[in-house]
């Protein structure tokens, strides 16, 4: 900081280091802690003290996928052998895997939750960002009257408690058949994200210089073709990061899908925690479930880090 | 005008300015492919009529029902009981003690985060080895699902085997299940999860301080006090502003982290009141005027929110 460092500022920046490695600790330990969980047999799962070094196992992750019940005795010693692991992985917890007439392993509720969670959050992003940016072009290019509080209106529109939207959403819905699907889902997510789209974009289109267009439109080229030549191109790390934040937007959202959804249609974000209900929940899977549902937001993060601040504050602070 | 019609009215201009612009597009002399202001339309159009269908409509078709005593869960027509819901609920002490915790709430964790994430923030303003790394792990929290962080926040404040009360030595300390604490349990989860953002801004406003501010205090031999107070913290303050104010919005609406973490009546904020007026109780009209008044204090923040943020902009 100082032209000159003195001995004094030197100690205190030791002592600063060593406070941002006990902060980042401290903030990092619950993280964790969830993903140590989703590998630990399920009676050290929840000790006192807690358990800290363990055997990692994958048997929380068999179980989260597949559906199981109690079993009185264990498995005679032929049928343990013929079993596969992942199966003999359950019968280590006492439980065996559910199968149809067919013999068909049956799934637990997760998987096709995850699914749905991919599917609503991968088409909205796309119908968001792909919407925004040519708004974005629109609002960074042109004169549009009353530009400010158009921009204002379409932000705060994203700005609405979640609740206050859903009720008449939910009648509405009801309505014309749309609660418990997925395009009902899309549609709330699309418009929830649009708004943050637009005002990301036009962040990064009013960067890209008008002079590349003129040049072009110069050449011959019309402004559509400039458009997609010249400008998408251009934007394409901005339409990079607005998707990427659309995506965990959609992904990360649970008061519409808790109030919108129940089974068919349903997301992660409001099955895992109804996992847990009454009695003794098995936190190994619920912490397997969580693990598997956080990790692609936190591989994003890491490939967004530059753009984060950016995102946060709607485009309007740039590093 | 209040809030929400100034809204429904830009809504309404937007169509008539739409109008306009066709009729004006036909005068105008297309030399290749789309006019600029053809284009211009097509761009903004679709999306602000896309937002006014899915946004605003339901808002006025929830504006309706206000006025009603209509039930979602029976079949029996709505009828028009004029203001009053909205008579009621503001001489509802329940829902005037779900404003009040609200308020704390928001109170203790903006502040917290304040602290907390300026403090981070103040501490990481130096050469320090892999800050980049450390500064992506910390904002790890404010991009994970608050549903999902709520559930296992409460494996970590569980009272017999929950990591927090061992690490801490508390032995069976209540955190979720005592009326006092819930609330301030909630608020440190938030503050967990959103000091990262206040961290983010403060740096992003540290690191645009100019260095000779800093040298020139130096060779007058400024204490370190008198350097923070007269110059880090003036040139920052704008934007923790936008920080506070965002996260006061934010944390206004807060639902997820408190519904899942809590079902303590001390801990209802206002959503999770709106939350079980509309879909526990069933009462719609009721709900939906509650849900009005909610609308238009977020939109008086967002307000202010969006004109600080242009402000900073501008800078």
């Known amino acids: 900081m100082a032209a000159v460092r003195t001995s004094s500022e030197i100690g205190f920046n030791r002592i600063a280091i060593v406070a941002v490695l006990v902060v980042t600790i401290i903030f990092l330990a619950p993280i964790y802690w969830i993903a140590?969980?989703?590998?630990?047999?399920?009676?050290?799962?929840?000790?006192?003290p807690p358990t800290v070094v363990f055997q990692p196992e994958i048997s929380p992750f068999v179980k989260l996928f597949t559906k199981r019940s109690q079993m009185r005795s264990p498995p005679s010693p032929e049928e343990y052998a013929a079993a596969p692991w992942w199966e003999r992985v359950v019968f280590d917890g006492g439980e065996k895997i559910v199968r149809d007439g067919k013999d068909q392993v049956q799934w637990s509720g997760y998987p096709s939750r995850f699914l749905n969670s991919l599917i609503i959050a991968i088409t909205s992003t796309v119908l968001a960002v792909g919407m925004g940016t040519f708004t974005a072009y629109g609002f960074s290019r042109f004169k549009v009257k009353g530009e400010a509080d158009l921009l204002f209106f379409i932000l705060s529109t994203r700005m609405l408690?979640?609740?206050?939207?859903?009720?008449?959403?939910f009648l509405m819905y009801r309505a014309v058949g749309l609660n418990d699907s997925h395009i009902g889902l899309i549609i709330l997510y699309t418009a929830f994200n649009l708004s943050f789209s637009v005002w990301l974009m036009k962040g990064f289109m009013d960067e890209i210089p008008k002079e590349y267009e003129e040049a072009a439109l110069v050449d011959g080229y019309t402004r559509m073709e400039a458009f997609f030549k010249i400008v998408l191109p251009e934007a394409a790390t901005g339409i990079a990061a607005t998707a990427v934040f659309c995506f965990i937007t959609a992904w990360n959202e649970y008061a519409f899908a808790l109030i919108m959804t129940n089974r068919r249609a349903q997301t992660a974000p409001p099955f895992i925690p109804s996992q847990v209900g009454s009695g003794l929940p098995d936190w190994t899977v619920i912490a397997a479930g969580t693990f598997l549902f956080l990790l692609p937001v936190a591989i994003f993060t890491f490939l967004?880090?530059?753009?984060?601040?950016?995102?946060?504050?709607f485009g309007a602070i740039r590093k | 005008m209040p809030p929400p019609f100034l809204f429904l009215q830009t809504g309404a201009g937007v169509l008539a300015t739409t109008m306009i612009t066709t009729l004006d597009r036909s005068s105008r002399a297309v030399a290749r492919g789309l006019s600029d202001i053809s284009i211009r339309n097509l761009f903004i159009i679709p999306t602000v009529l896309f937002l006014i269908v899915f946004n605003i409509f339901p808002l006025i078709y929830s504006l309706g029902y206000s006025f009603t005593d209509f039930r979602a869960s029976t079949n029996?027509?709505?009828?028009?009981v004029g203001l009053q819901n909205y008579r009621d609920l503001l001489n509802d002490p329940y829902v005037w003690s779900n404003f009040a915790i609200t308020a704390k709430y928001v109170i203790i964790s903006v502040a917290g985060q304040l602290l907390v994430g300026f403090g981070v923030a103040m501490l990481l303003n130096r050469d320090i080895p892999l800050k980049g790394l450390i500064t992506t792990l910390l904002l790890l929290p404010m991009m994970l699902s608050m549903a999902v962080v709520g559930l296992f926040w409460k494996l970590l404040y569980d009272p017999s085997w929950g990591v927090i009360n061992y690490a801490l030595g508390l032995g069976n300390f209540e955190w979720l299940a005592d009326p006092k604490m819930a609330l301030y349990a909630v608020a440190l989860t938030d503050i967990w999860m959103w000091s990262p953002f206040v961290m983010l801004l403060s740096l992003a406003g540290l690191s645009a301080v100019p260095k000779h501010l800093y040298e020139a205090a130096a060779i007058d031999r400024a204490g370190p006090f008198y350097t923070f107070f007269r110059i880090t913290l003036p040139l920052v303050a704008p934007i923790l502003m936008i920080a506070v104010i965002f996260r006061t919005m934010e944390a206004f609406k807060t639902f997820d982290l408190a519904y899942i973490l809590t079902s303590q009546p001390t801990a209802e904020l206002i959503s999770i009141r709106l939350y079980k007026m509309a879909f526990q109780e069933w009462q719609t009209g009721r709900s939906c005027a509650l849900a009005y008044i909610v609308l238009i204090m977020v939109l008086a923040i967002t307000n202010i929110y969006v004109k600080y943020l242009n402000k900073v902009k501008e800078r």
């Not at chain 1, 140590?36 to 006192?48: E, G």
């Not at chain 2, 029996?76 to 028009?80: G, Y």
């Open chain 1, 36 to 48: 140590s969980t989703a590998f630990k047999p399920r009676n050290l799962a929840t000790t006192i």
């Open chain 1, 161 to 169: 408690p979640p609740v206050v939207v859903a009720i008449p959403m």
């Open chain 2, 76 to 80: 029996a027509p709505a009828n028009f």
């Open chain 1, 304 to 313: 967004l880090r530059n753009h984060l601040l950016r995102g946060m504050s």
